[in-house]
């Protein structure tokens, strides 16, 4: 099954909802305007639609593989890995001082999706790669950063997050991995890593394993790990290839899902300890790791979105050519392509609506991103940057458990021939099932979004969220359609239903910390799914209006349709999980623990 | 991760949901009262755990192959199905005259369940049976009977469903299979079956194939369809085996999940025409297909509580043995279980309270069926009978769906250990993604629910569960605890929340079939959340009264908290639902088909 880009809807996000062209008028990013967007736009779609998609199905049937300490991956993919490093797509988002472009993550976000859409399992490569740039970028050395960054950002090189061990998965204070200083500065490496995506394979010169340890007499806890750079070979000052540091892969895991991707045990220092360099300063590493981490949760939310545009593109066009039974209201005299009954739709407007609507949410969160870093007023900054820190868990909880529904409603338009591995349905239903998990699982999410992002100032970040979803409420009343009724309805009741919760959640995180956080996910749904109804209602307005000048309506009618169906049938959960959250607290935690 | 199987609730609901001791009362079912249940579940828990249980990983790895015709199945399948057929457990509910044991369904559903928890794949090949059964005992003449009843109903042989065909799924009027007359009375068949279940095994003497087909002549579409028995191994006159049937199985698919249990593709007449004997009439085999189809409903709904079951058992054993992170309400000084963090609960407690949730309403659908064949009041067995016709949808549709919901739960209470097919928690979330899909997917389910059962009485049927419902309401205004007020608050919402939307159906299904059936499977779901949570609420009015009279404590307080839990998250769910069905229709069937 092919893929193509949705480049219409990306485009008219990028335009409309995130402001391309305001972007473009920050200091740095002046030839990062539309044109910039379509045209880099349409060359990965190019790239991504023709190389790496094609090798998606392979990768699920022949996955990476493992002997003796080497990884082999998917036949296709080193090739595949040289071109996408050699037509600079690893250095998208990165500065042009190491060799990057550049270009505001609301572009990059953009390319992210497209490459994930295009192959999951592949594109993870080049998402750790991103965090590890970003980690040095921002606490290497002059020296770790003249070493390492420009060898990453070309694709030469790899990198990785190295973070979980057996007893040290979501609590990382349980970190055992220790290192130890050597007189000439470097550290020594000792410890088990599991849980590390392509922390071994064969489509580069060198890996670079951004690693977290303990230094000996190191604080107990979070507040005693450090962040160590240990490269699979060793470098020399120079910047050339040494000889094999001491870190190896001792297995591969067998998962349900994103095969073609490595996902590795890495053993250090079995052999006298491996060799790595401090980044930054000693019992800092999670701070660092944190910088890895936020950029990497974001685009795992963008996976989310990729692939449920994937499954969505493949039941679509089943369900336009499946043929079976009668349309139920007679429109047709002889069976006719499944699309036409009315669940069929049904489903497939639910995964449409979920699709566009998080890829909304996240394409105006990156928007954020780049005011919070690019705009002259200090105070857009600040206000840019709470708004994309209150987004990062939505993008990334919301939008993955979203895929979940999306790509199951996926296999399930297929009927019977969803369950049968051929025919591809079900390659996005597994694959999909990691992402709610890694770089910190929908609790992790929610748990930041509780403390840190609502009760910590009060639920003031998220109340400025709803006032400025109740300014498109206004906007909404303005309008005399249908669709603009409809859709006002909905997103006034559940913005009512996020601020109930708000309150609820800053008025018990520390009185009563159990009923907070039992409402947690919950609360990260219902914020998730009013996010990008919100987004999608704005959408509308655009869409409205540019209907009417004629602009490209069967685009726009399509748009008002979807965000229509958003409102009145995902928008519509909102109160339900206010109720749940606020007057259900207690039953959640009311059982015993024996009892269960 | 073994199974154990949940006798306290099953008998539990046996006792006081379904009135087990009710229905020994009537003719037929003397011996089957609650001591006979627990002895019979004891037994089967017994077998079950023992010997098919162990048998499930095996079945995932190891799975059934082909090979030139000849299908082997997983090792240790074929001697587990001789002990479970020398156990007597095939003809549990079947008639004692044909060599059945004679019990009530309420019962047989129970043993289903144990049954399926333990091995889903291995527990399709008597669930096909029983439904091969039920269709020869209704249509079969009696030398049809004779032949074949006691073979089956002792589990020497089995039987199949044959009914899709490449182009004819949900749509069964494109049935192409053709039956040739002949001057002996028997049929020539020939035609290509797919996805049959079984269709081809090594695990008894001979297979029984139901079969749809056309007879030369007959009225188009389901009108013209007959049903033929079609044995792989021919049958003389005498019961004896004789030569091989015209009925080859030429592949069988690779799947998403259920690995064990063989789906074949069945060429029928390849070789001069398969043998067939008729069932019944001419053009009358549809009816007596849905006679097996509904037993199969009924027994894959019942699937979907087992499934969900066992993976709740996963969950929470490795809930209660991970340590990671401090609860975050200060009660303790170090890393806990993960089961004491408010998220891993909430988690839990959806999938215990939607198990146990489905569980009571398909058992007290079990009594309903029992009721409706054997009490002695004709009047009596007609609305058990409308009830449980009004059920099985609700039971199919709904426990299925649940499923997904529960093992993709289970999936995240591992965290990245459930991503790792070893683990075995992804094994559930495959294997229950057959379960909406088969035996009628989720829309055909609620088309029956729109249609048959709510749309064809004017909502009466539905409107007298409705009635019901009060009445347990009327029951919990009665009592003055606070989880009794709770359920009744949310108890009360769903029910109106359903009356709106049966009579949006009733009156729409006519003049705006696309409105009507656009709201259909959240109707169906909508519908399956109210009855179970109804039968949940009266689980806890009979805890309550249990608990005051000292009896099983623990078990009581748990029900409570189940029943509460559920209320005020689960059935939370039903008024948004009533909103998109009712409210937000046209939405669904807005956008062109083109558009998609």
Chains 1, 2 share one sequence.
Not at 361 to 375: F, G, P, R
Not at 586 to 591: K, L, N, R
């Amino acid at each position: 099954m092919s893929y193509k880009a949705p480049l219409n809807d990306m485009l008219f996000d990028i335009r409309h909802l995130a402001g391309i062209d305001e972007i473009a008028k920050m200091p740095g990013f002046e030839e990062a305007g539309f044109d910039t967007a379509q045209a880099v736009l349409e060359e990965c779609a190019k790239f991504n639609e023709g190389v790496v998609a094609p090798l998606n199905v392979e990768g699920d049937r022949n996955p990476s593989s493992w002997k003796d300490g080497v990884v082999t991956t998917t036949p296709g993919f080193k090739q595949a890995f040289k071109q996408y490093a050699e037509g600079g797509w690893q250095g998208l988002q990165h500065p042009v001082e190491v060799g990057g472009q550049g270009l505001p993550k609301t572009i990059g976000a953009a390319c992210g999706e497209i490459l994930n859409a295009a192959n999951l399992s592949f594109a993870l490569c080049p998402l750790l790669t991103d965090g590890a740039i970003e980690a040095l970028l921002t606490a290497g050395s002059d020296e770790l950063k003249a070493t390492y960054l420009e060898k990453l950002v070309s694709g030469q090189w790899t990198g990785t997050m190295n973070l979980t061990e057996p007893q040290a998965g979501s609590d990382l204070g349980l970190v055992r991995t220790r290192a130890e200083p050597q007189p000439d500065g470097t550290y020594k490496v000792f410890g088990t890593k599991i849980f590390i995506t392509y922390g071994e394979h064969d489509m580069a010169e060198n890996i670079v394993h951004l690693t977290l340890a303990r230094v000996a007499g190191a604080p107990e806890g979070v507040k005693g790990i450090s962040l160590f750079v240990v490269p699979k070979f060793k470098v020399g000052k120079d910047g050339r290839i040494g000889e094999r540091n001491d870190v190896q892969c001792v297995s591969i895991e067998h998962k349900l899902g994103i095969k073609a991707s490595p996902t590795a045990v890495l053993q250090f220092g079995d052999h006298g300890g491996a060799e790595g360099v401090l980044v930054g300063q000693e019992n800092r590493g999670l701070e660092y790791m944190f910088i890895m981490m936020n950029a990497a949760r974001y685009a795992v939310g963008v996976q989310g979105i990729a692939v449920a545009d994937r499954a969505y593109q493949h039941a679509v066009a089943y369900a336009k050519d499946r043929v079976q039974s009668r349309p139920v209201d007679g429109s047709m005299s002889a069976s006719a392509p499944i699309i036409h009954h009315p669940d069929v739709k049904r489903m497939l407007m639910t995964m449409r609506a979920l699709t566009e609507g998080c890829r909304a949410m996240a394409t105006v969160a990156a928007a954020a991103y780049d005011a919070a870093h690019h705009h002259p007023d200090a105070e857009v900054r600040k206000q840019n940057q709470s708004f994309y820190e209150f987004m990062v868990p939505l993008v990334k909880g919301y939008s993955t458990e979203m895929s979940l529904e999306v790509t199951s409603l996926g296999v399930q338009v297929h009927g019977g021939m969803g369950f049968i591995e051929e025919t591809g349905a079900a390659q996005y239903y597994r694959d999909a099932r990691i992402l709610p998990i890694y770089e910190g699982t929908t609790a992790i999410q929610a748990n930041d979004l509780v403390g840190r992002k609502t009760a910590r100032d009060g639920g003031q970040a998220a109340k400025a969220v709803a006032k400025q979803i109740e300014t498109t409420e206004q906007e909404l009343a303005g309008r005399d359609s249908a669709a603009a009724r409809a859709v006002l309805k909905r997103l006034t009741a559940a913005r009512q239903a996020f601020v109930d919760v708000v309150e609820f959640i800053a008025s018990n995180s520390k009185t009563s910390p159990n009923a907070a956080f039992a409402g947690s996910v919950p609360y990260l749904m219902l914020a998730g799914n009013l996010v990008a109804g919100w987004q999608l209602a704005r959408s509308l307005l655009v869409a409205e209006d540019l209907a009417s000048r004629g602009e490209d309506k069967p685009f726009m009618q399509a748009k008002i349709a979807t965000a229509q169906f958003y409102a009145e049938h995902i928008l519509a959960r909102a109160p339900g999980l206010r109720d749940a959250i606020v007057e259900g607290a207690d039953s959640v935690t009311a059982m015993a623990v024996d009892a269960f």
